[in-house]
Every structure is written in structure tokens, then in C-alpha cells.
């Protein structure tokens, strides 16, 4: 049974063009995608959205970078969506991802890395939320 997860692809990919590649890759890794939005986040959704994350050093870079342009939120479903999507992402930091993950392929750095995917089914469904009315996915 499919079941759902979520992405940003973020704005360093956007930038560079790289939205079609990594959504074909996405495609091809056999998930469907229910809901699609290009968005510039506000300051206040992205602290919000990695609200999580508000006590670390990162945390105003990350803030910084997730507001410098448009990224692409998706919502994504497949059999083991979440692991899944982790796993054809790869590593956090692109220098130790494996070849043919999309931060190997796209990513700049560990801040820089091209894309964002849920890292549990609970937190998929808080973050397509934060995104997406249910009645837009379709």
C-alpha cells in the first residue's frame, strides 16, 4: 500500500535549473506526486517550518538560505515513501552521498544540498500539512 512523504526542492537547485531533473528522478523512482507548489517562503514559514531545528547553531542560516529564493514543496506518495525518498537523497552532506543520490548529483554543501525530504511518516504528515490542504492532493 502507498503511502506518502514530502520534499522542498530547495533554492540552490531551483537557481540552477535543476527542478525537472530531480523531479523526473523522483518520478522514476516510482513516486507520484499528489501536490506540487513553487513558493517563496517567508521568513516567519521558514522558522516555522524548521521550527525543530530553532536552538541550533544553524538554525539563522538555514532561515537565511530557505528565504533567498523559490523552492519547489511536494507531497509524494509510493510504497515506503519515507524511506525510500531518504534514500535516493542520500547523505546530508554531498561530499559523503553516494554516487547517483540527487545531493551527489546536485548538492553543494551540507547546507546547500539540494533537497529536503521527511525523515519519518509522522513528520511527513505534519510537513505536508504545513504545505498542502488535503483537498489539494489529488
Given at each position: 500500500?502507498?503511502?506518502?512523504?514530502?520534499?522542498?526542492?530547495?533554492?540552490?537547485?531551483?537557481?540552477?535549473?535543476n527542478?525537472g531533473?530531480?523531479?523526473?528522478?523522483?518520478?522514476?523512482?516510482?513516486?507520484r506526486v499528489?501536490?506540487?507548489?513553487?513558493?517563496?517562503?517567508?521568513?516567519?514559514?521558514?522558522?516555522?517550518?524548521?521550527?525543530?531545528h530553532?536552538?541550533r547553531?544553524?538554525?539563522?542560516?538555514?532561515?537565511?538560505?530557505?528565504?533567498?529564493?523559490?523552492?519547489?514543496?511536494?507531497?509524494l506518495?509510493?510504497?515506503e515513501?519515507?524511506?525510500?525518498?531518504?534514500?535516493?537523497?542520500?547523505?546530508?552532506?554531498?561530499?559523503?552521498?553516494?554516487?547517483?543520490?540527487?545531493?551527489?548529483?546536485?548538492?553543494?554543501?551540507?547546507?546547500?544540498?539540494?533537497?529536503h525530504?521527511?525523515?519519518?511518516?509522522e513528520?511527513?504528515k505534519?510537513?505536508i500539512?504545513?504545505?498542502?490542504?488535503?483537498s489539494?492532493?489529488?
Amino acid at each position: 500500500m502507498p503511502n506518502r512523504t514530502f520534499t522542498i526542492i530547495k533554492p540552490d537547485s531551483v537557481r540552477k535549473g535543476n527542478f525537472g531533473k530531480i523531479i523526473s528522478r523522483l518520478e522514476d523512482e516510482g513516486f507520484r506526486v499528489l501536490g506540487l507548489k513553487k513558493v517563496s517562503l517567508s521568513r516567519t514559514q521558514a522558522e516555522g517550518f524548521y521550527a525543530v531545528h530553532r536552538e541550533r547553531p544553524f538554525f539563522p542560516g538555514l532561515v537565511d538560505y530557505m528565504t533567498s529564493g523559490p523552492v519547489y514543496a511536494a507531497a509524494l506518495e509510493r510504497s515506503e515513501a519515507v524511506p525510500h525518498l531518504r534514500k535516493v537523497m542520500g547523505a546530508t552532506d554531498p561530499a559523503k552521498a553516494d554516487a547517483g543520490t540527487i545531493r551527489k548529483d546536485f548538492g553543494e554543501s551540507i547546507e546547500q544540498n539540494a533537497i529536503h525530504g521527511s525523515d519519518s511518516d509522522e513528520n511527513a504528515k505534519i510537513e505536508i500539512s504545513f504545505f498542502f490542504a488535503e483537498s489539494e492532493l489529488l
